[in-house]
């Protein structure tokens, strides 16, 4: 399984990115997928998931109301859409497939890891 991020960049306090990640190699339509983020000098933390129907999702608090997360299975594609971003959103973020079928937070849950994007959120 591959997993491919895109969609970040430099944005301004206040707005707004949309990342990607698609998803290849074999299908992950049975299993859970998350986006994880890691700052420098901070370990990686988990943002949100989403289950493998598409129909529940959870987010850590810090994103809660200001990130959607999404799946499009005909496209086997992944979104994160980040509003309202702050400076303290600026990361690296990480998209993952879960190894189980419901969202979990837990890290060591996801067994497949995309290479990761840069946010930057200024001041």
């Known amino acids: 399984v591959q997993l491919q991020a895109s969609g970040g960049g430099l944005v301004q306090a206040g707005g707004s990115l949309r990342l990607s990640c698609v998803v290849s190699?074999?299908?992950?339509?049975?299993?859970?997928l998350g986006w994880f983020r890691q700052a420098p000098g901070k370990e990686r933390e988990w943002v949100t998931s989403?289950?493998?129907?598409?129909?529940?999702?959870n987010y850590a608090d810090s994103v809660k109301g200001r990130f959607t997360i999404s799946r499009e299975y005909a496209k086997s594609t992944m979104y994160l859409e980040m509003n309202r971003l702050k400076p303290e959103d600026t990361a690296v973020y990480y998209c993952?497939?879960?190894?189980?079928?419901?969202?979990?937070?837990?890290?060591?849950?996801?067994?497949?890891w995309g290479q990761g994007t840069q946010v930057t959120v200024s001041s």
């Open positions: 989403i289950n493998y129907r598409g129909d529940s999702t």
């Open positions: 993952a497939v879960s190894r189980y079928s419901s969202v979990t937070p837990r890290l060591d849950s996801y067994q497949y």
């Open positions: 190699g074999r299908t992950a339509s049975n299993n859970a």
